[in-house]
């Protein structure tokens, strides 16, 4: 019998997480815990004198990184899940905390900062316009925050390497897009249009070294997003790298020349591609170290010390200190050693084609030690929906597969990283094609022989969640139970109910999933909601009352409906939780009742709860 995996390995904190590099490639910090919350820690590469330098003790620290002085780290949080987030830093020779951004509604962004301006970074508030984002430039040292770019109407920001902003990118009501820049004076000019079609994938990249160059990511006369050069005085593009299928990914440039020395493509695994021979050696010698996926997480200025981490399907991720000079790597840890003493699952890429002849792509991961015949089968569905899942590893996937079940994740249509005719063949798709692509790849499991069709879950969180009410009031003959999490059940009000600062963008959800004011009965017929009647299976589902982007109201007014029709269903609300459950202890206590249920309906193993996460039958 395969032995369970304890929950809190898989979904508690980890032990140590995102490392990096400091700038002087002499210290090494990393995420950890400090009583149960995480916090970030600093000490030297190569010593055993690590100590937390932050002391949250509420929802733990999630995203830092090292400001060019090498002095002060960053790091953002927020409160109760809301999204307002603030930016902090800590001085390092002092160990003094400050609150940059404090006020009370208001969202801060880190834009960028800049070796060449180590005491500076720009931040983005909507301090003045809860729809729009002001760049201030903040000085570190001094603590001064000053306004330096009022926004017109852009959703995103663009600075070269001395901190100029110099490029807004602004979303027309068609939803197509234009990249402006400033050749000279204050008047923003166009630099380049994109179609509808093309804008969910376009993106900025950065400038070359001298600011003459600025490298986009644009799907523009080709189906996948390509990296290109355009040249700022003329407008002239020049193609670096493509691939006919896949939108380029991450994009390594040099620190100081600027130029571009490796691109990845997300395909069934990361495909890395080196377009400077300068760095060629140290890619070969890394991909040697480890059978996972290479990323190269930071590097010192001085360009010799690389902090890289590989994650692997069936284990932790690992992280590496490289010296380029010495073509040596030295091995740190692992995010979560525990999971060391267990044997987990192979994450298995797949691969079927829909009904309507499109190839759909997607992970299986089978649990150990048994047939792979008849099992009771969790399909896992991703959120955003414009993302994607990918090979590496999933704790919900291993926990899914340890319990007995086979976990099926399905990158349908929508799905991002396969190039524009496949990402907006999701156009106004949600719970019609987009939910026949799950249904096509429950089909391919079950005629494969390795599902049971009477024991088949759909599971997933925000679109995921979507889906899953979907799969309960659309398609409640191909389950036998859900699973939603922080998922809308009615179109009409998810779009209208969006986030402040989401307004500029709101053109994205009326082309892709429909307009409110134009599409009342359509959004409708696509929503959850407006089929709760034909609801006939049990359903669990989970929500953060301070979610801004999927608000309480859309699990509420289901679950209001499933209890006027008695329809079996279990509800948990966290009070303290926005849009996904940050507290371990919220985590912990969603997964042992989501456990539960999934035994309670599919069979599989449970491990004990404990007496305040048994789930009652709603």
């Known amino acids: 019998m395969t032995t369970l995996v304890p929950r809190d390995v898989l ?67 927020d409160k109760g899940g809301d999204e307002n987030w603030r930016v902090y830093s800590v001085d390092l020779d002092s160990g003094n905390v400050r609150d940059h951004t404090p006020f009370d509604g208001v969202q801060a962004q880190l834009v960028k900062g800049s070796k060449r301006r180590p005491d500076e970074v720009l931040v983005a508030l909507n301090k003045d316009n809860e729809q729009l984002h002001d760049v201030y430039r903040l000085n570190l040292t001094s603590g001064a925050l000053d306004k330096i770019e009022e926004n017109p109407g852009f959703i995103a920001w663009e600075a070269d390497q001395d901190l100029n902003v110099r490029i807004g990118a602004a979303m027309q009501p068609d939803g197509s897009l234009v990249f402006v820049h400033r050749p000279s004076g204050d008047e923003w000019t166009p630099l380049l249009q994109v179609s509808a079609d093309d804008a969910l994938s376009a993106g900025t990249v950065g400038f070359n070294a001298d600011g003459s160059q600025l490298y986009v990511k644009l799907s523009s006369d080709a189906n996948a997003a390509r990296l290109l050069s355009v040249d700022l005085a003329t ?19 040099n620190p100081d020349t600027r130029e571009v020395e490796m691109v990845t493509y997300e395909k069934d695994r990361d495909e890395h591609v080196v377009l400077d021979s300068a760095i060629e050696a140290d890619i070969t010698a890394l991909k040697a170290l480890h059978p996972g996926d290479l990323a190269i997480t930071s590097r010192d200025h001085a360009d010799r010390r690389w902090l890289v981490a590989f994650t ?48 759909v792509h997607g992970y299986l991961t089978f649990p150990k030690g048994v047939e792979r015949s008849n099992l009771p089968t969790v399909l896992n569905v991703h959120g955003g929906p414009w993302a994607r899942d990918s090979w590496g590893f999933n704790p919900e996937s291993q926990w899914f597969a340890n319990r007995g079940y086979l976990s099926v994740q399905v990158n349908f249509r929508g799905s991002t990283g396969y190039g524009k005719d496949f990402l907006n063949a999701g156009d106004r798709e949600w719970g019609a094609k987009m939910h026949d692509d799950l249904l096509d790849a429950v089909a391919w499991v079950v005629d494969k022989g390795y599902a049971d069709p009477a024991k088949v879950a759909i599971y997933g969180g925000s679109y995921g969640g979507y889906a899953a009410l979907v799969g309960a009031s659309f398609t409640p003959d191909v389950f036998c139970c859900a699973v939603d999490i922080v998922g809308p059940s009615n179109l009409k009000t998810l779009i209208e109910s969006v986030p402040p600062y989401w307004a500029p963008m709101i053109a994205v959800f009326h082309n892709r999933v429909g307009n409110p004011e134009t599409d009342e009965e359509f959004l409708w017929s696509r929503s959850p909601l407006s089929r709760v009647d034909d609801i006939k299976i049990p359903m669990l589902i989970a929500q953060g009352a301070n979610d801004p982007r999927v608000k309480q109201a859309e699990s509420e007014q289901i679950v209001e409906a499933m209890k006027e029709k008695g329809i079996e269903h279990n509800y948990m609300l966290f009070e303290d939780e926005g849009h996904g459950f940050a507290k371990p202890e919220n985590r912990l206590k969603f997964y042992a009742a989501a456990e539960q249920f999934l035994a309670r309906h599919l069979g599989g193993a449970c491990e004990e709860p404990s007496a305040e996460s048994v789930l009652e039958r709603g």
Do not use: M
Not at 58 to 76: E, V
């Open 312 to 359: 692997a399907d069936d284990g932790p991720n690992a992280y590496f200190v490289w010296d380029r000079d010495a073509q040596q790597a030295t091995f740190l840890f692992t995010h979560q050693p525990e999971l060391e003493k267990y044997e987990l699952a192979k994450v298995e890429p797949f691969e079927f084609t829909s009904r309507d002849g499109l190839t």
């Open 235 to 253: 407008g002239d593009r020049t193609v670096i790298a493509e691939d006919p299928k896949y939108d380029v990914g991450s994009v390594e440039l």
């Open 11 to 77: 979904f508690g904190n980890p032990e140590r997480v995102q490392a990096s590099i400091s700038p002087d490639g002499k210290r090494l910090s990393y995420i950890a815990p400090v009583k149960g919350v995480l916090n970030v820690w600093v000490g030297t590469v190569g010593a055993d004198d690590f100590a937390p330098v932050t002391d949250d003790r509420d929802r733990g620290i999630r995203a830092y990184a090292w400001a060019n002085d090498n002095r002060h780290l960053l790091y953002i949080q």
